[in-house]
């Protein structure tokens, strides 16, 4: 195998690692996400919610590039054995973080009450620190990937995800119960305003714990660094004016790119949360609806959207590799298996969750009224759209990248953020529909960036879509799927009703439904001709899942 050939595969295995981690990461938050949403009420979600939002954005533009940008220059650097510039580069990068991130936290903490509600300040303030730590949790990402090494930024996602699980809960029910007991809760803020900034400090918690394990990693490979800076032969050691200059190169277009890609879940809450005040409604039924919205919608559909991001990040290095070698024939081949595989996992959901919606957040969210499960299952409903389109939108993004057209996917997005601002005032100001009109807009938003971003992917790759195998086999399957999953909840629900109680009888024929669902689904694709060989090995234990298919001969051997 050619030393080319050896990196390109290197590459591709390290972004599946990172793609898996993130995937692990999502499903314990949703996880976790299930009792802590239980513990605060419906308006203390929004609280949280909030502040998580502006804390993104925040957190987006002060150090969201630097793991990108820290590799790249490092990685110019290692190849030709430069390790005094590595060092030099690392430092450089510590002072930049400690100005930008110091600002920004400075920032965030002063100016909370202009950038959320008045309950959700506390929380954006627990916050601020976070935003400081952020940073060099981001430079020590960007020293190990300089390396081709994503493990431990995988790990530390893992890690952090974890402490965030357990501090947030724990957090949440002591601050809440202080603010009880101090009579916190009798002004103006409400005491489980308390609780939504336990659950913050979670967050803050875990970066503290992902920091401590890089810093220990990263001592462990200080010995080696010394021998090879000791061994340098460079011959001209870089300035730190020289590494600000050059982080400043890298990170701003990337700022710039991800801020258009993500500034809408800002403007939305903005937008939505300012809207309904001007028109009269109450600050704690916008915060419920807000906390509905972001906290229990949008955590069950960023799941399937989590797994198609998955697929694009692994569909980058092979379609920038075919292209460059000029095999359009082969990068539209593995455009199409990136397209089918997002398919198949996003369109199967959507209709799950149209069918089971309402079980399933009954499942999930149980404190909730009986009119607040009737609202996520119908934004789960409408939402269903966003997710596939979502989905699609990640693959076309992760190819233009590929090809190297990265302003592409920011023009796209930028016109959909623009197209859908002017959209979501008027469905909220005179449609009236209220927080639904978040779902309605997002999904117009997908819409155009879709739209756009095929038409581009078309012209470059001469790409041309398998319409029968990337969307009406999916389709089709998931249709009968979600016949066979409404058939048996209903049949299970009526049964055990009979023998237990409400909430477990419900429990147990959604997770019933959703088995045999997913088994009927597993068996319409590949007897439709959905399902190959060479897609079952491309999912995660693909090999078994083939073996098992030809074992049923469900696909050739």
Not at 303 to 328: D, E, L, W
Not at 550 to 556: N, R
Request: charged share 15%; aromatic share 10%; hydrophobic share 55%.
């Amino acid at each position: 195998m050619s030393k080319k050939k050896k990196i390109s595969g290197n590459f591709a295995m390290q972004a599946t690692i990172l793609a898996v981690a993130s995937i692990i990461s999502k499903l314990i938050g949703m996880l976790y996400n299930i009792p802590f949403a239980n513990i605060l009420s419906k308006e203390a979600n929004g609280y949280y919610g909030g502040a998580q939002t502006v804390y993104a954005l925040i957190l987006l533009i002060a150090t969201f590039s630097i793991p990108a940008a820290v590799s790249k220059i490092m990685a110019e650097r290692i190849e030709k054995g430069e390790y005094r510039n590595v060092k030099r580069i690392f430092n450089g990068s510590m002072l930049y973080v400690l100005v930008v991130g110091g600002i920004a936290a400075i920032i965030t903490y002063v100016c909370a009450p202009l950038f959320v509600t008045e309950n959700s300040v506390l929380s954006l303030r627990v916050l601020a620190p976070t935003i400081f730590l952020s940073g060099f949790l981001s430079v020590y990402r960007g020293y190990f990937q300089a390396y081709g090494n994503m493990v431990p930024t995988s790990v530390s996602q893992i890690v952090e995800q974890i402490f965030n699980a357990i501090v947030s809960i724990v957090a949440a029910l002591v601050f809440m119960q202080w603010a009880r007991v101090m009579g916190y809760g009798k002004g103006t803020t409400r005491y489980d305003a308390y609780g939504a900034a336990g659950g913050t400090l979670g967050t803050g918690i875990a970066v503290l714990a992902g920091l401590i394990y890089m810093i220990l990693l990263f001592h462990g490979e200080k010995k080696e660094l010394k021998e090879k800076i000791r061994n340098d032969v460079t011959e001209k050691t870089l300035s730190y004016k020289e590494v600000i200059k050059l982080l400043l190169m890298i990170a701003t277009p990337i700022i710039f790119s991800s801020f258009i890609y993500n500034v809408n879940v800002f403007l939305d809450m903005t937008i939505f949360q300012k809207m309904l005040k001007y028109m009269g409604m109450g600050g704690d039924i916008i915060d419920g609806q807000y906390g509905i919205y972001s906290r229990m919608y949008l955590v069950l559909a960023n799941v399937p959207i989590a797994m198609a991001a998955a697929v694009a990040s692994a569909v980058i290095p092979s379609v920038s590799s075919a292209f460059s070698t000029g095999n359009k024939k082969e990068c539209n081949r593995k455009i199409s298996q990136s397209m089918q595989l997002t398919m198949v996992l996003t369109v199967p959901c959507a209709v799950g969750f149209a069918v089971l919606g309402k079980p399933i957040v009954h499942l999930v969210y149980y404190s909730l009224s009986a009119q607040d499960t009737d609202m996520v299952a119908a934004l789960l409903l409408i939402g269903g759209v966003s997710i596939v389109l979502y989905g699609i939108s990640s693959v076309l993004n992760g190819v233009l990248q590929g090809i190297g057209k990265v302003n592409i996917p920011v023009f796209s997005a930028a016109a959909a953020l623009v197209l859908h601002v002017i959209l979501l005032v008027p469905m909220i100001g005179i449609v009236k529909l209220g927080v639904y009109s978040l779902v309605f807009a997002t999904a117009f938003y997908a819409v155009i960036v879709v739209f756009v971003n095929y038409y581009f992917v078309k012209k470059y790759v001469s790409f041309k879509m398998e319409w029968r195998q990337i969307v009406w086999v999916p389709v089709v399957s998931a249709i009968i799927m979600g016949i066979v999953a409404f058939l048996v909840y209903e049949g299970l629900d009526l049964i055990l009703n009979m023998v237990a109680g409400a909430y477990i009888s419900n429990a147990v024929a959604v997770l019933g439904a959703i088995v045999i669902a997913a088994g009927s689904y597993f068996i319409v694709m590949i007897k439709v001709g959905g399902y190959t060989k060479e897609m079952l090995e491309a999912f995660p234990k693909g090999a078994l899942l083939a073996r098992i298919a030809a074992k049923l001969h469900l696909i050739k051997k």
